[in-house]
């Protein structure tokens, strides 16, 4: 993840990665708990809490998939 990525450009990266523009992604915090991505706070917790090694690991779903 580059340094100067906001949410927003993350989050279309992702949607065109996967081609599906109702993508929502989720990442696991430090507690354990999965955390959907909504905004930049969210983005800058997952950076923070859910990253290991400088990557973060997600997990991507569509609407009413909640897997």
Known sequence: VPDYETFVSFH???KKKFGHPNLKIKFR??????ITM???SDYIM????G???GRIKI???TQGNNK
């Open 59 to 61: 997990w991507c779903y």
């Open 46 to 49: 997952a950076l923070t809490e």
């Open 38 to 40: 909504c905004d930049q």
């Open 51 to 53: 990253s290991e090694g």
């Open 29 to 34: 915090d430090n507690e354990g708990d999965m």
């Open 12 to 14: 279309d990266r992702i």
